[in-house]
């Protein structure tokens, strides 16, 4: 077996395209599990048992259920019932939705940490609880979750080449893709292989130096 850079060269353009597709589903998939996930984590401390249960149901349902499945559903599925979305959005969509009950843990963890102190404080403050959420619990409970929210980053990372199961080009797509086209597997799975790790291992240190930080 040789090592062919003209392939290399090749495949860089589709490459790159690839590189562009996964950050894409990366970066929103990211903000739609933190977000959802706090609003879950928020949820389930309301003493009304009806919002509890529901939502408890809905989150338990999704986190015991395979992303792969999920994808399917939201891609094969939901068109039948007149919902349909372009399969990147589809994929953002399902990346989120599965990984906003694993950040709603992460919150429920670092709420659970806040001193009961801070809300008796509100309390005798008589600060409404908009104002208890987002002015004293929230700030304390964040910082504490923060190292935590960023290994699901890395690991939805590694799991963005399940978008190519509904036709999503990511990297591993493109990559497939020409090798199937020029019949050279080697060199672009090598490529992407290396770029996997270009990307998690700095993020990796730099979550290391964030974590050092919050705790001095």
């Not at 989150?59 to 372009?86: A, I, K």
Request: proline share 6%.
């Amino acid at each position: 077996m040789t090592w062919d850079w003209n392939a290399v060269r090749d495949f860089m353009p589709h490459f790159w395209d690839g590189l562009l597709v996964t950050l894409q589903a990366l970066a929103l998939g990211s903000l739609i599990s933190f977000a959802l996930g706090l609003v879950w984590a928020v949820l389930m401390r309301t003493p009304t048992r009806w919002v509890r249960w529901p939502v408890g149901i809905v989150t338990e349902f999704v986190r015991d259920t395979p992303l792969l499945v999920q994808l399917f559903f939201l891609f094969y599925v939901l068109p039948e019932w007149g919902l349909t979305f372009s399969a990147l959005t589809t994929g953002v969509v399902a990346i989120g939705l599965h990984y906003s009950t694993y950040t709603m843990q992460v919150y429920r963890a670092g709420i659970d940490a806040v001193p009961a102190g801070q809300w008796e404080a509100a309390t005798a403050l008589s600060l409404s609880p908009w104002r208890t959420w987002t002015a004293v619990i929230l700030p304390q409970a964040i910082r504490r979750v923060v190292p935590a929210l960023g290994n699901y980053v890395i690991a939805m990372l590694k799991d963005t080449p399940m978008l190519m199961a509904i036709t999503v080009l990511d990297m591993l797509g493109e990559a497939r893709l020409f090798s199937q086209q020029h019949f050279q597997f080697t060199e672009p799975l090598t490529v992407i292989g290396v770029a996997f790790v270009l990307i998690a291992y700095p993020a990796s240190l730099l979550l290391r130096a964030l974590e050092r930080r919050l705790v001095r």
